[in-house]
């Protein structure tokens, strides 16, 4: 499996899904250092401008980032990681906390890495999320919990297979048609044959790297 870069942010976090690898890297970004503390870890690298981590950062390696600035800190730690070299990454913390802004940013990073030919999970308590394009997931018949579909096209193709509700057809942007599904304990998938897929799992999710495949 490719190494991966995970970045931990300020949102609602997971631990369990929280297993880097010997070879992954580790970015905090400003109060998700707080995370982090928590549960033990020390990152390769600290980001921020830290208006939410209200503090001086104990750890080795931190880049101060304005106040000031097109980025957000998640979206600047992402491009750190691109520069060096990973096209796989898990940001944690990244959905769910106090300001849903920042969740529907981070789902915009996942367009960004889809467009600089690198692939993201999104990561919240109990939850988490990614692109389709073009292709197809597959979740092993020990999944359980909800699964979602949402355009984030103007129009998708997919075709729902061996979940609760089978599907085959158009799903709009304009029209929530595919919210909680739910696995049955058959090998699921989701094919998409045109536009962009956002999928959302909520249960027990355990390591999200699976998701990458091989």
């Not at 939410?52 to 957000?72: G, H």
Request: aromatic content about 10%; hydrophobic content about 40%.
């Amino acid at each position: 499996m490719r190494p991966v870069c995970h970045i931990v942010c300020a949102g609602d976090f997971d631990e369990d899904c929280f297993s880097p690898r010997d070879g992954d890297l580790v970015i905090a970004c400003d109060a998700g250092l707080f995370h982090l503390e928590k549960c033990g870890t020390v990152p390769d690298l600290t980001v921020g401008d830290f208006d939410s981590y209200d503090q001086t950062p104990a750890v080795e390696n931190v880049v101060f980032l304005p106040r000031r600035k097109d980025d957000t800190d998640s979206a600047y730690a992402l491009k750190l990681g691109l520069e060096k070299g990973y096209t796989r990454f898990i940001l944690h913390g990244a959905l769910g906390g106090a300001r849903i802004s920042h969740s529907l940013a981070n789902i915009s990073l996942l367009m960004f890495l889809r467009d600089h030919g690198a692939e993201g999970i999104l990561c919240g308590k109990k939850t988490c999320a990614a692109l389709l394009e073009s292709g197809s997931a597959v979740f092993a018949a020990e999944e359980r919990g909800f699964i979602s579909v949402f355009a984030v096209s103007p129009e998708c193709e997919v075709t729902l297979k061996d979940l609760k509700f089978p599907f085959s057809g158009t799903i709009k942007l304009s029209f929530p048609l595919g919210v909680s599904n739910e696995f049955t304990g058959d090998r699921a998938r989701i094919e998409v044959k045109s536009g962009t897929l956002l999928w959302v799992y909520e249960g027990e999710i355990g390591d999200p790297a699976r998701f990458f495949g091989a």
